[in-house]
């Protein structure tokens, strides 16, 4: 069973200075690392981008629809666009893993309590064996919460969702296992 790397919407709209998303730099460290290991494996890398309505800085015109300069994204990785909080709602995500043989997912990205979190609960309803690095999504401080514990919060629910194919693995970026 091939691994697919999903990384969401790590995309210049949601990392601005008004939107500051918890270690950010570092993220972006941890995900190229992570994208490495996973085409040497193999697998497959999957970079989802939202597709925001016009005026937003998500929309595909916007420089903000761009991902972000840092990754590093490798002519055989695969393109997702999206237009909900679901990588897999009216997309192509499922044909997209299908034909690459993918099984088992490694969801990542921002923001975790958004469209990381939809997209986590989306996969394991679909039965994909899935599992999420603890140190491989992000998002920002809310009025009513920190990052961290809005991270810490979700990696804990995650590995407690009662779903067909049982709930999410949790590992660091670095201790994710490959074939």
Request: hydrophobic share 40%; proline share 6%.
């Amino acid at each position: 069973m091939k691994t697919a790397l999903i990384v969401v919407d790590m995309q210049q709209g949601s990392f601005t200075p008004e939107a500051r998303r918890h270690d950010a730099d570092g993220l972006v460290e941890r995900l190229n690392a992570l994208a490495g290991r996973i085409r040497c494996a193999g697998g497959i890398v999957v970079f989802v981008q939202h597709d925001g309505p016009e005026g937003d800085p998500h929309h595909p015109s916007a420089p903000g629809w761009r991902l972000l300069s840092g990754l590093w994204v490798d002519a055989d990785d695969v393109i997702v666009r999206k237009t909900s909080c679901d990588a897999f709602l009216d997309t192509d995500l499922d044909d997209v893993l299908a034909a690459h043989g993918a099984g088992r997912l490694v969801i990542a990205g921002c923001a975790t309590d958004y469209c990381v979190d939809t997209t986590v609960r989306s996969a394991l309803a679909r039965r994909y064996t899935t599992v999420v690095p603890a140190d491989g999504h992000t998002t920002s401080d809310r009025p009513h919460l920190p990052a961290v514990k809005i991270i810490e919060h979700h990696n804990a629910i995650w590995v407690d969702f009662i779903a067909p194919a049982g709930p999410a693995t949790l590992s660091t970026c670095a201790d994710i296992s490959l074939p």
